[in-house]
């Protein structure tokens, strides 16, 4: 038997996982491997046939319609990642009532003037989502803290609604609760509108990266959490961890956290160098990130064994990735990138991004143009920023991602690489983005290839 193109990673268990361009993986033992290497895969070896269906393998009669089917299967994976499935990002307010340690944004005072949207923009805004993207709309209304113009939020609900359709559309509004009243509640009870909130840990971890002026960060997001959850459902919040220096020392403090308001959904994730959170002394390298990451699963996983159905989504994002063949809705883990193909932003100031990210640099980079152009008029195309980072974003063909296992699964960050290193390639030896990234299939992948509790749970987050 012939061997086919793939590239391999050993695992920490003495499994090794290979895949090639199609998307298809497999683990095999070292003495398969060195079958495969030396190209001379034995017919009637008991994982023969296994291989030969996955295209690692093809006999002399077949290698030539194998070699097809690969090149097939790769550009078909290949479209897929280019379709655009947008999440629509709108930012009403660039104010903010809390000064986050970690901010990615750049926020403003609460006070300040000159950073709201203006509402004869709207109209605009929901005519260009109507173009750019199809029903059912994904729209995320960010900020700054939103609800500090909730009366914004509002007409962008009533717009999408008149224009969109009722049924057409879904919204989240990224928050940190604190000005959730009463009022916003009854108004939302009625309409598919979700949250998001941040929630780190503990309250004295909390509040030292979220802080508010009367300390209150914790105890408000809780407070939120409480009302969304007694008067709209578990299904209407979700949170996002983010994890700092402080934090990694206490992993089990986030599990508490969650199971103390009734959540068993977490989304965690590790600070990203953007905004104020590149210069602040709380970042940590990935190796502690894993350390910590591997007691917080021992803990998620001794929950799900007392009957407590607590699932990280991180973890099930990167096992969906490898599993579930066509699941690319995470921007993070697309090549090309998920810049524009994957979310679109409409800032308080009139201009469009093809992502946050985007928005973030052109904060810290103001000479440059990272924009495509006021709402009205937008072009991604005449940017030469987005033709070029887009171009810049084929993993497949990026030294360090074409001989990477992880690369049919993984995505690029052409943002993340100019933050960091002035272009949008960067050097994997030293992505914290690749590191993050590959350890997390890593340990995944170390676990679930093997029997045991902890392959179990796995298994059945990677294919809901």
């Known amino acids: 038997m012939n061997t086919m193109p793939f590239n391999f990673d050993r695992l920490s268990n003495g499994n090794v996982f290979i895949s090639n361009l199609a998307g298809f993986h497999s683990f095999v033992d070292n003495t398969e491997l ?10 009637e070896h008991h994982t023969a046939r296994l291989l030969e ?33 947008p999440i629509f990002m709108i930012v009403p307010t660039l104010r903010c009532d809390h000064t986050c340690k970690y901010c990615q944004v ?21 005519t260009a989502i109507k173009k750019l993207g199809a029903a059912p709309y994904k729209i995320e209304v960010q900020g700054g803290e939103p609800l500090l113009r909730f009366d914004l939020v509002q007409k962008i609900y009533e717009e999408c609604e008149s224009a969109l359709g009722i049924d057409a559309f879904e ?5 940190s609760l604190s000005l959730l009243d009463a009022r916003i509640v009854a108004w939302v009870k009625e309409r598919n509108i979700t949250f998001s909130v941040s929630l780190d840990g503990n309250e004295a971890i909390h509040n030292k990266n979220r802080i508010l002026t009367d300390f209150q960060a914790h105890s408000k997001a809780v407070k939120g959490i409480q009302k969304i959850t007694d008067k709209l459902g578990k299904g209407r919040i979700s949170t996002v961890t983010t994890v700092t220096k402080e934090l ?9 956290a969650h199971l103390s308001l009734g959540l068993t959904d977490m989304f965690i994730r590790p600070v990203s160098p953007y905004g104020f959170a590149q210069k602040q002394s709380f970042t ?20 799900n064994q007392k009957g407590i159905p607590l699932v990280e989504h991180s973890a099930s994002i990167h096992l969906k990735r490898i599993f579930n063949p066509g699941f690319s809705g995470y921007a993070d883990l697309k090549s090309p990138s998920g810049l524009v193909l994957n979310c679109i932003l409409f800032n308080y100031d009139g201009k469009v991004y093809g992502s946050d990210e985007s928005r973030m640099l052109q904060k810290v980079n103001p000479e440059a143009d990272f924009s495509a152009g006021e709402f009205a008029s937008l072009s991604f195309s005449r940017n030469a920023y987005y033709r070029s980072s887009l171009a810049s974003s084929f993993n497949f063909a990026m030294p360090g991602c074409d001989t990477c296992a992880y690369q049919p699964f993984c995505g690029a960050d052409p943002c993340q690489n ?15 983005f690749c590191q993050y990234h590959k350890g997390m299939f890593r340990f995944l992948l170390d676990e679930i290839s093997q029997d045991g509790p902890m392959a179990e749970m796995l298994k059945g987050w990677a294919y809901v």
Do not use: C, H, W
Not at 53 to 70: C, H, M, N, P, T
């Open 53 to 85: 269906s996955r295209l690692f393998i093809a006999d002399d009669a077949s290698e030539s319609v194998s070699k097809a089917s690969l090149s097939s299967a790769f550009a078909r994976r290949l479209m897929n990642e280019l379709a655009v499935r």
């Open 171 to 175: 919204m989240v509004i990224a928050t």
């Open 248 to 256: 990694t020392k206490e992993p089990t403090s986030i599990v508490e």
């Open 284 to 303: 940590f390298s990935m190796p502690e990130y894993f350390e910590f990451y591997r007691e917080l699963m021992q803990e998620v996983l001794l929950q």
């Open 106 to 126: 750049s926020r403003a005072s609460a006070t300040a003037d000159g950073y709201d949207l203006n509402p004869e923009l709207i109209p605009q805004i929901i």
């Open 34 to 43: 060195n079958l495969l290497a030396e190209n001379n895969f034995p017919a």
């Open 418 to 432: 100019i933050s960091v290193y002035g272009e949008p390639v960067g050097d994997k030896s030293r992505s914290t």
